[in-house]
């Protein structure tokens, strides 16, 4: 794990036309480290991840990722330098097989040799081994929860630093759920930065090592997921 965080958001204002949406947010998220930010419906979340791939500029407030701020970085670049966001609604290719949705991952990657992409796209059929059965199908024929997987796999033939994820359990069932985030527990355990965005919070903590609360755009609470899920009351008052 390094000493400095390899994202750092420093009291961030974003507006949407004329509307401040998020108000002072600051986080980090190290390698190694799973981080959550858990919120009801229209909180900020989704604003929030848009502002830290640039997508979205900051009114007020900076963000750094791996030492540089981002602002002057465009998103795609951003990506090339192993910011992954997987976007709220999978966007997935649902035309595209399996397989070639990874592999749009991996040519986004300029994974160019065979052998890399052989054994990049190995590792993904391990981590979810349906993706293997289902490799040659339209990925839009999957279900919901198979179409998660993929695009978590498809964020990960990118070879991230860090991986994004917006609201990755909505509509799945609990099982699925767990599956999903139990993936990503793994990911950080070997290495990998991982900001977690979600509203299913026991979920969201039972993997996670720190958390915070968003409400109304701006972080009502944070501390470690253990805390936050020994103060389970006081994290659902604030979800509403
Ligand atoms: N394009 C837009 N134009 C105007 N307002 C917007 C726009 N996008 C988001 N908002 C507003 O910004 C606030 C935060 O939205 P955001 O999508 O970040 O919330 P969220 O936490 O991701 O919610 P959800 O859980 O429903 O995805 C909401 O009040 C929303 O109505
Ligand atoms: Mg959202």
Redesign the pocket.
Known sequence: MSSTPLLQVDAIDAS??V?N??HGVSLSVSSGELVTVI????????????VISNLLKPSVGLVQFDGAPTTAVEAHRLARRGLIHVP?GRQIVPTLSVLDNLIIGAERSEIVDSETLVENLEREYSRFPVLRERKDLAAGSLSGGEQQMLAVSRALMMRPKLLML??PS?GLAPQIVKTILNALRQLADEGLAVLL?E?VAMAALSVADNAHV?RN?EIALSGTASELRRDKALVESYLG
Not at 39 to 50: D, E, I, P, V, Y
Request: avoid cysteine; charge should be neutral.
């Open positions: 949407i036309g509307i949406i998020l919120g009801a419906n229209g909180a900020g979340k989704t604003t929030l991840l848009r709220q917006d609201e909505l965005v509203q968003l755009g």
